[in-house]
T-cell receptor, first 112, second 115 residues
C-alpha cells in the first residue's frame, strides 16, 4: 500500500463546476499536509497548507480528517486555468527526520 | 519571493558520463533536497541536506551523490549515468523553522535524458 494515495483522474469538469479530490495517508505520525499544484512540465507550487482541521483560500478549501487519515481539496467555480495536476503531500516523522511524502497526483481538466 | 534555480532545464547525456546537476537558492534556507519525478511514481527523495557539508540519504540514493560546499548551493552528481536515470530532477529548499510545518519551494526542474 502506498503511503499517500490519490485517485489519478483525470477529472473532467465544466467551467463553473465544483470538484473535490481526496487523499489518504497511512502514517499516523504525519504532522502537516499540503496541496501543491503542478502544471505540465513545470515544478510543483504550493497551493495550500493544512496544519489543523482545514484551510480556506478563496475558491479553494482543504479539509483534514485525522481520525480517518485523509485530506480533501475542494475547488469551487472551476476556471479553465485550474487545469493542472494536484499533488497531495504529507510531512511525516520518519526515522527521526521530517520528510515530505508525495502522492502521485490527481489530474484535473476544466472544460469550456 | 523564494527563488530556487536549477542550472539546466534540459540535458542529454550518454551512458557512463558523469553528470552534475546544480541548484542554487537565494533565501538563505538551511534545508535543500533533490527529488526525481517519474510517471506513476510521484516525487521520490534522492538526498537531502540540513546544513553545509552535511548530507543524508533519501529513499533512492543508489547511483547518486551530492555536494553542499556552500549554504546556497546543492549539487547532485550521477557518477556514471545509466538509462534508468532518465527522469525529471527537482531541487527544493526550506527553512529550518519548525520542521514539522515547513514548506518546500521547488526549482523549475531538469529533464535529463540518458542515451
Amino acid at each position: 500500500r502506498k503511503e499517500v494515495e490519490q485517485d489519478p483522474g483525470p477529472f473532467n469538469v465544466p467551467e463553473g463546476a465544483t470538484v473535490a479530490f481526496n487523499c489518504t495517508y497511512s502514517n499516523s505520525a504525519s504532522q502537516s499536509f499540503f496541496w501543491y499544484r503542478q502544471d505540465c512540465r513545470k515544478e510543483p507550487k504550493l497551493l495550500m497548507s493544512v496544519y489543523s482541521s482545514g484551510n480556506e483560500d478563496g475558491r479553494f478549501t482543504a479539509q483534514l480528517n485525522r481520525a480517518s487519515q485523509y485530506i480533501s481539496l475542494l475547488i469551487r467555480d472551476s476556471k479553465l486555468s485550474d487545469s493542472a495536476t494536484y499533488l497531495c503531500v504529507v510531512n511525516a516523522l520518519n526515522s527521526g527526520t521530517y520528510k515530505y511524502i508525495f502522492g502521485t497526483g490527481t489530474r484535473l481538466k476544466v472544460l469550456a | 519571493d523564494v527563488k530556487v534555480t536549477q542550472s539546466s532545464r534540459y540535458l542529454v547525456k550518454r551512458t557512463g558520463e558523469k553528470v552534475f546537476l546544480e541548484c542554487v537558492q537565494d533565501m538563505d534556507h538551511e534545508n535543500m533536497f533533490w527529488y526525481r519525478q517519474d510517471p506513476g511514481l510521484g516525487l521520490r527523495l534522492i538526498y537531502f541536506s540540513y546544513d553545509v557539508k552535511m548530507k543524508e540519504k533519501g529513499d533512492i540514493p543508489e547511483g547518486y551523490s551530492v555536494s553542499r560546499e556552500k549554504k546556497e548551493r546543492f549539487s547532485l552528481i550521477l557518477e556514471s549515468a545509466s538509462t534508468n536515470q532518465t527522469s525529471m530532477y527537482l531541487c527544493a529548499s526550506s527553512t529550518d523553522d519548525n520542521l514539522a510545518k515547513n514548506i518546500q519551494y521547488f526549482g523549475a526542474g531538469t529533464r535529463l535524458s540518458v542515451l
